[in-house]
């Protein structure tokens, strides 16, 4: 049976975090708001489940419920972040499935992605803090 290296999983979902916050970034800066939220999500998914693996040492679970994935850390979070979790995950369905995307593309404004965008790298910052520890 393979040993699993948990560093390197650890630090593949980092880097993918990483990555995906840049991308964030660069939607932001175009005005292509509704990717913008999308790729939030996904740095924030990815660095939850980096959490999980060092924690747990196993593989992350197969889902992109960030509230789900933040129970499965050791970490508490604030209600503020949970609320912020909570309408992360939204932003994963409304921007793949046709039957939402109509009204979250309205609802992706500016001032509202502004919003999440600033939320979402705080949180990532703050969350790749304890992958220190």
Partial sequence: MTQINYRKLIAYWK????????????MFKTGRWPYCLFMCHLSI??????????SFKRHAPHTHNLVD?????????????KDLLADLT???????????????YKKATKTYTTKYFNQSIKLQKWLKNYLRK
């Fill in 90 to 104: 939204e932003f994963n369905l409304e921007a793949r499935y046709p039957e939402w995307q109509k009204e979250f």
């Fill in 15 to 26: 880097d993918l975090s990483n990555y995906d916050i840049k991308t964030a970034e660069h």
């Fill in 45 to 54: 998914e990815k660095i939850l489940k980096a959490l999980v693996v060092k």
């Fill in 69 to 81: 994935l933040a129970k499965q850390t050791k970490i508490t979070f604030s209600n503020e972040q």
